[in-house]
């Protein structure tokens, strides 16, 4: 079982720009949630899917929306970036919504 | 609002030493206590859960909910603890199940 696959591990995009990053779960879960995590900071909570609809969301804007497939495989997109959305990007599956959560490697975003 | 925090940016300890990581929270309700480790190059795994009791890898961890404190902690540290470690929250209500709080996490470096 390959774990928690998230792509690409890095990226470089220019403020303004669109980006989409992509996680496929372990195997047998079914819940992803997305993190972000600033350098030098812990991860913070951006939201959760869970049977393809959006479940928990943190404090995040608009310009962060996600979804989530039938294969449980998920997608985090981000609108409009900014410089301050440079971060790693981790992806978190779970066998349900409480239970603990697999982490991914991360994608590495650097917004120029 | 949901806070945790641990005071250490970076704890450096000796082989055969004890380790202390201290996390502390702030939240009203009955809270769910997790340790997450993510050793050099690897991606963040669950160390201990509160609910779990157990220990791993030698370490412990007590909730004490009168100074609400969840802290880390093994006898004789091991060059193979040298780590950032995160201590993380989860709220016991159903609109909060899916989402982790995260302190800003402590660097652990064992010398020999």
């Known amino acids: 079982d390959a774990g928690v696959t998230q792509s690409p591990t890095h990226l470089i995009k220019t403020r303004g720009q669109q980006v989409t990053l992509r996680c496929s779960p372990k195997?047998?879960?079914?819940?992803v949630s997305w993190y972000q995590q600033a350098l030098g900071q812990g991860p913070q909570f951006i939201f959760q899917?869970?049977?393809?609809?959006?479940?928990q969301r943190g404090n995040f804007p608009d310009r962060f929306s996600g979804h989530q497939f039938p294969n449980y495989s998920s997608e985090l997109n981000v609108n409009a970036l900014l410089l301050g959305d440079s971060a790693l990007y981790l992806c978190?599956?779970?066998?349900?919504?409480?239970?603990?959560?697999?982490f991914g490697s991360g994608t590495r975003l650097t917004v120029v | 609002a949901q806070r945790v925090t641990q005071p250490e940016k970076l704890l450096s300890v000796f082989k055969g030493a004890p380790v202390e990581l201290k996390c502390n929270y702030s939240?009203?309700?009955?809270?769910?206590l997790f340790w997450y480790v993510q050793y050099s190059r690897q991606r963040l795994q669950l160390l201990l859960r509160?609910?779990s009791r157990e220990s791993i890898k030698g370490f412990t961890a007590d909730l004490n909910k009168g100074e609400t404190s969840f802290h880390l902690k093994k006898p004789f540290a091991q060059e193979e603890d040298s780590a950032m470690y995160y201590c993380?929250?989860?709220?016991?209500?159903?609109?909060?199940?899916?989402?982790?709080?995260f302190g800003a996490g402590t660097q652990v470096v064992v010398t020999p």
């Open positions: 939240y009203s309700g009955s809270p769910e």
């Open positions: 978190a599956s779970s066998p349900g919504t409480v239970y603990g959560y697999t």
């Open positions: 899917y869970y049977e393809e609809e959006e479940r």
């Open positions: 195997s047998g879960h079914d819940t």
């Open positions: 509160h609910i």
């Open positions: 993380a929250l989860r709220a016991g209500t159903t609109d909060s199940w899916g989402k982790l709080q």
